[in-house]
């Protein structure tokens, strides 16, 4: 089905599907995109296009698979969330919010559901930095990001969620250098953690202002 799910009439025709399909099995709320710049230099109607996709169409979308699933009690829901849901980043308000959003959504269906004593499983899937098209859609330099021992393929991405999904594991994080880090970060006192995304945020801004300098550079020759 062809849908923009950041509109409200095309997530319902999606969730009529999803809610009456008998032989509905897996949802995966995937669809999500990224963002450059301050939020309030941003454009207003990017931030709320990233809160309907992220937020109310997986509202949306889970309510009604869900409504299907649990009567047949199988099947599963998965949430792609990111490791963005355990930060908070200059540059990245909106997303680090709605995908932390999303991971404490999952959390309280993981509860739900098995306080229902139901056999439907949930998952906040956490990937780091995956090659697709993502950062090409969001206009960004995959080479200032991180080295490639942090990247991954999506491939390892889907395999790593659906090996979590037979074990019923509800936060995936793909690959060991981000579950120690997540792990770390999730420890640290807010104060620590505020002054290592400040530091952060004032290296990415100028490495990306070293970055435009050597563009113009090669540009005017
Ligand atoms: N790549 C990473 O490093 C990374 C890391 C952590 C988490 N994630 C998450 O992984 C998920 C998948 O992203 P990806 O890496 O595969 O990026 P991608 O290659 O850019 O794919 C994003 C997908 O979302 C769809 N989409 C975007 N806006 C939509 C809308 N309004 N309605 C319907 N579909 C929409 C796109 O469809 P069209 O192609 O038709 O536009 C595309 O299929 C996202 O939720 C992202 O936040 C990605």
């Not at 599907?17 to 669809?31: E, F, G, K, T």
């Not at 936060?171 to 997540?182: C, H, K, M, S």
Request: charge should be positive; include cysteine; glycine fraction near 8%.
């Amino acid at each position: 089905m062809v849908a923009d799910l950041s509109l409200e009439e095309d997530t319902a025709i999606v969730a009529e599907r999803l809610a009456s399909d008998p032989h509905l099995i897996l949802l995966v709320n995937n669809a999500g995109f990224g963002t450059k710049g301050r939020f309030w230099e941003s454009a207003i109607e990017i931030q709320e296009q990233m809160h309907q996709l992220h937020v109310m169409a997986t509202v949306r979308l889970t309510h009604a698979a869900l409504g299907n699933l649990t009567k047949r009690n199988s099947g599963g829901v998965i949430n792609v969330a990111s490791v963005a849901a355990f930060v908070r980043s200059q540059g990245s308000v909106s997303y680090c919010a709605t995908k932390t959003w999303m991971t404490a959504f999952t959390e309280g269906l993981y509860l739900e559901l098995k306080g229902a004593g139901s056999k439907v499983r949930v998952q906040a899937l956490c990937p780091g930095f995956t090659y697709s098209e993502f950062h090409d859609t969001m206009g960004a330099d995959r080479s200032t990001l991180a080295g490639a021992a942090m990247w991954h393929s999506a491939e390892f991405v889907v395999d790593a969620s659906i090996a979590g999904l037979r074990r019923n594991k509800l936060f995936v994080i793909p690959g060991w250098r981000y579950r120690l880090i997540t792990s770390l970060v999730s420890k640290l006192p807010s104060a620590v953690r505020l002054r290592l995304e400040t530091a952060g945020g004032r290296m990415r801004a100028k490495q990306i202002l070293e970055a435009q300098e050597a563009a113009r550079q090669l540009a005017s020759g």
